[in-house]
């Protein structure tokens, strides 16, 4: 049982377009984070929000943690070609941390 | 260089064999950990340790042992591979267990025929 689900999967889109990626749980996380990675490397933390209902921005990627401190999204706005890669959330507790999936974002030119 | 470092970045056995990875950091952190990525599973926690001497499982442990007796080094070892640990394999590590950033390293892809 995953106890991070990430959706979609897998996103196709065109330069320019917005997209929303989604980490849900049923679980309390004391912070989520969010990674990227790209081929041949390992994942690279992008940000991290601790607070229910916080919200950070990163240039273009907005990320926002449940009130509930259960679920996280990452809002991507005008998508670029540089922006293609894996995105992972995952969940701290008990130091350790959970992983969702992951979403596979590829941007076309 | 200062980071976090894995070896061999790709590594061909044979399914029976042992097989170590290696994983080295200069930052003195004192958690490390181990993980497995497979497709549709994310990442996976095999072991991971909070200190010299100390070690735990993660989430897959069976079949693979770890030993952690300097800080700065994490092997991960497989004492008899099997087709079903074909992965590619991530070590990390972090400052504290207080759901800080991890530190990740390039990965070692792993195929056992």
């Known amino acids: 049982t995953q106890l991070l689900e990430q959706s979609p999967q897998f996103l196709s889109i065109q330069e320019g377009e917005n997209l929303t990626v989604y980490c849900n749980s049923s679980s309390v996380f004391s912070s989520l984070q969010w990674y990227r990675q790209e081929p041949g490397e390992g994942p690279v933390l992008l940000v991290t929000?601790?607070?229910?209902?916080e919200v950070k921005k990163l240039k273009r990627l907005t990320f926002q943690f449940g009130d509930a401190r259960k679920d996280s999204s990452l809002h991507i706005t005008a998508a670029q070609p540089g922006d293609t890669g894996l995105y992972l959330c995952?969940?701290?507790?008990?130091?350790?941390?959970?992983f969702g999936q992951g979403t596979t974002l590829q941007v076309k030119p | 260089d200062a980071g976090i470092t894995q070896s061999p970045r790709y590594k061909i056995t044979e399914t029976g064999r042992q097989v170590t990875l290696m994983c080295h950091q200069t930052?003195?952190?004192?958690?490390m950990f181990w993980y497995r990525q497979d497709l549709g599973h994310g990442l996976r926690l095999i072991y991971y340790?909070?200190?010299?001497?100390?070690?735990d499982k993660g989430e897959v442990p069976d079949g693979y042992v770890v030993s952690r007796s300097k800080t700065e080094n994490f092997p991960l070892t497989l004492e008899s591979a099997t087709r079903s640990q074909t992965s590619v394999y991530f070590c990390a590590s972090t400052p504290s267990d207080l759901g800080q950033p991890q530190h990740f390293g390039d990965g070692t892809r792993l195929s056992i025929l």
């Open positions: 995952a969940g701290a507790r008990t130091g350790k941390l959970i």
């Open positions: 930052w003195s952190h004192s958690y």
């Open positions: 340790s909070a200190a010299a001497d100390i070690t």
């Open positions: 929000v601790v607070t229910g209902g």
